[in-house]
């Protein structure tokens, strides 16, 4: 049973920082690409960052220069740095993973966790 568990949400003054990790477990966690996602309410969900198997990432605008996606292979734990938080930010975030970039860009992962939220008030 593939199982992805995030962690690390709370709430946050504009301007602060908050560290999400997913731990993953029930599968070759390496062959698998990675990202964040994100959804406020009354909004659709948007993709965040992204991470594939041999570590390169891409972000979306809005967070370019913000968030840094990483992963630990060791630990089977992707993370999620964010810096520089704005109200904006404020959505419940959760982390994905497919075989494949594209469909887990698409926003149609296979593999989904339960989320963690995240507040920024300002």
């Known amino acids: 049973q593939v199982q992805l568990v995030e962690s690390g949400g709370g709430s946050v003054q504009a301007g602060g920082s908050l560290r999400l990790s997913c731990e993953v477990s029930g599968y070759a966690y390496q062959s698998y690409c990675m990202g964040w996602f994100r959804q406020a309410p009354g909004q659709e969900r948007e993709g965040v960052a992204f991470i594939d198997r041999d570590g390169d990432t891409d972000y979306a605008d809005s967070v370019k220069g913000r968030f840094t996606i990483s992963k630990d292979n060791a630990k089977n734990t992707l993370y999620l740095e964010m810096n520089s938080l704005k109200f904006e930010d404020t959505a419940m975030y959760y982390c994905?993973?497919?075989?494949?970039?594209?469909?887990?860009?698409?926003?149609?992962?296979?593999?989904w966790g339960q989320g963690t939220q995240v507040t920024v008030s300002s």
């Open positions: 994905a993973a497919d075989s494949n970039w594209y469909t887990l860009r698409a926003g149609n992962a296979h593999y």
